[in-house]
T-cell receptor, first 114, second 113 residues
């Protein structure tokens, strides 16, 4: 069963507009939520994280919102730039099993058009 | 400082063979994790090592194994390769808790023919 879901495989936005990437999860024991960005032939790059006890975290153009009751989080990118075009992965930290591991969604491909 | 280094970048192996992949973490990072990325399953956790001990293991068959050395470098081994093992294998290191952000290497692209 997929505990972290990104239901939109792709998203296309215009440069300068807002990009909103969504993520749903099922496991209420997740401790932290993270967003990673991945370019082809490179490893994922950490963008921003949020604790499960917070509802918002902001870092420059990136803001992550967490709605625990809905088990939903979103990443807002404002303003979007062509260089933001990449695959974005939502992940959650799972500390069960003896140590922490990341549980990933399957990713959303963001295309920012000039 | 140097990032996470994975070698080799690309590998082609034949079914039934075995393969060893290497990962050098960021200096000072003691935790090393391995992930498999495939188009169908996405990124899946393989195992995590800390101070030469495996602390956690994902749902993969026993053909997948790993180890960590005293200098924190890690290797993973896949024996009796199957076509379905073709994937991008990613290594990540962290200093402490991963919510500060694991740092990933560029991965090893394994193709099994």
């Amino acid at each position: 069963d997929q505990q972290v879901k990104q239901n939109s495989p792709s998203l296309s936005v215009q440069e300068g507009r807002i990009s909103i990437l969504n993520c749903d999860y099922t496991n209420s024991m997740f401790d932290y939520f993270l967003w990673y960005k991945k370019y082809p032939a490179e490893g994922p790059t950490f963008l921003i994280s949020i604790s499960s006890i917070k509802d918002k975290n902001e870092d420059g153009r990136f803001t992550v919102f967490l709605n625990k009751s809905a088990k939903h989080l979103s990443l807002h990118i404002v303003p979007s730039q062509p260089g933001d075009s990449a695959v974005y992965f939502c992940a959650a930290t799972d500390a069960q099993g003896g140590s922490e591991k990341l549980v990933f969604g399957k990713g959303t491909k963001l295309t920012v058009n000039p | 400082k140097a990032g996470v280094t994975q070698t080799p970048r690309y590998l082609i192996k034949t079914r039934g063979q075995q393969v060893t992949l290497s990962c050098s973490p960021i200096s000072g990072h003691r935790s090393v994790s391995w992930y498999q990325q495939t188009p169908g399953q996405g990124l899946q956790f393989l195992f995590e090592y800390f101070s030469e001990t495996q602390r956690n293991k994902g749902n993969f068959p026993g053909r997948f194994s790993g180890r960590q050395f005293s200098n924190s470098r890690s290797e993973m081994n896949v024996s009796t390769l199957e076509l379905g093992d073709s994937a991008l294998y990613l290594c990540a290191s962290s200093f402490g808790s991963g919510h500060y952000g694991y740092t990933f290497g560029s991965g090893t692209r394994l193709t099994v023919v």
